[in-house]
């Protein structure tokens, strides 16, 4: 497995986990669970912490990628760039939870508001993690960047 493999395999955690921890955590604001936003915010956790091995993954991928025919080392650095700001509100959000982790269980007064900071921040880094899957996807998938033409069917 080379480096472009990795970071295909270790790209999709930081995506898909907070959006499934998001879920979580509103069923368990629905059903009034402490366990289920615990369980919420430690998913939350994962996630940041999950963004370490793409990052990293992702700066050894570049220097092949940048090899392949047709791939412009601009269309990478948009989604470097954009990866970078991803991870920092990842780790925001890593670091945010673990608070509010740590407030829920030793059943602070701050642990609702906490919690509800976790969704309102999660809200935006799940639209940077957009940006950077779209940005990301964009390298090879000509076909979602914008102004793409497709050539009429002849």
Not at 50 to 69: H, N, Q, R, W
């Amino acid at each position: 497995m080379n480096s472009i493999h990795f970071h295909l395999i270790t790209n999709h955690f930081p995506i898909i986990v907070p959006i499934i921890a998001l879920m979580v955590m509103l069923g368990g604001f629905l059903i009034r669970s402490a366990m289920i936003k615990r369980t919420a915010l430690a998913l939350f956790i994962f996630g940041a912490i999950s963004t370490f091995p793409a990052m990293y993954s992702g700066d050894k991928a570049e220097d092949l990628v940048e090899k392949i025919p047709g791939i412009t080392h601009d269309i990478i650095e948009i989604h470097e760039k954009s990866a970078e700001q991803f991870a920092v509100w990842h780790y925001g959000l890593g670091l945010l939870a673990l608070l509010a982790l740590w407030s829920s269980w030793k059943n602070h007064k701050t642990s609702q508001i906490l919690t509800i900071l976790v969704i309102v921040f999660a809200c935006v880094m799940i639209y940077f993690g957009n940006k950077t899957a779209t940005t990301g996807g964009e390298i090879r998938h000509t076909e979602i960047r914008i102004g793409y033409e497709p050539e009429p069917i002849r």
